[in-house]
């Protein structure tokens, strides 16, 4: 089917004339990412490109829908900007924002020039709101790429292993 072809490269690529390089990373390594990918469930994937400046994805890996689930993968590019240069700007924009809505604790894993992993807990907040959230963000020359694995609840640490190491495979080309 075109389609199961067509959505990885889609996704990866980011087509866009705001974008030169390109966030890749092996999607393969967690399995239920890799079904519904394979799927052709368009009900599963948003793609919105309609800021070229912020194009954001989401994919429904385990519920009914992108609006209805309870797992999902967001990736987002945006631009870098003045006060938006580095991982570590955009980490302490997410973080503000999280503690914003409900206390979040988080916590470092990787960290290197170009890129930063960081994991986020929440508690007590309302219903609906995610309590685990995985952070990789890559800085490239022109872009700043995201992709963030969420939970409404508590990921099972195999689970959290698998999100990790793709998370790890996660580069830019271009």
């Not at 999902?72 to 700007?89: C, T």
């Not at 470092?108 to 309302?126: K, M, N, V």
């Amino acid at each position: 089917m075109i389609w199961t072809r067509f959505v990885p490269l889609l996704l990866l690529a980011m087509p866009s004339a705001a974008f030169a390089e390109k966030l890749t990373f092996d999607h393969r390594i967690y399995p239920p990412l890799a079904a519904v990918l394979d799927s052709g469930r368009t009900e599963m994937i948003r793609f919105d490109n309609s800021n070229p400046k912020l194009i954001k994805d989401r994919i429904a890996i385990q519920g009914s829908s992108v609006d209805r689930w309870t797992e999902a993968l967001d990736i987002i590019v945006r631009a870098r900007k003045a006060k938006l240069q580095s991982a570590a700007d955009w980490a302490s924009q997410i973080q503000q924002d999280a503690n914003s809505r409900c206390p979040s604790t988080f916590t470092t894993i990787a960290q290197d020039e170009t890129s930063l992993t960081f994991e986020r807990h929440s508690s007590g907040c309302p219903a609906g709101t995610t309590q685990t959230g995985l952070y990789r963000i890559v800085t490239g020359k022109t872009s700043l790429y995201l992709l963030n694995p969420l939970a409404m609840g508590e990921l099972p640490e195999a689970t959290r292993q698998q999100w990790l190491t793709l998370l790890a495979s996660a580069h830019i080309d271009g």
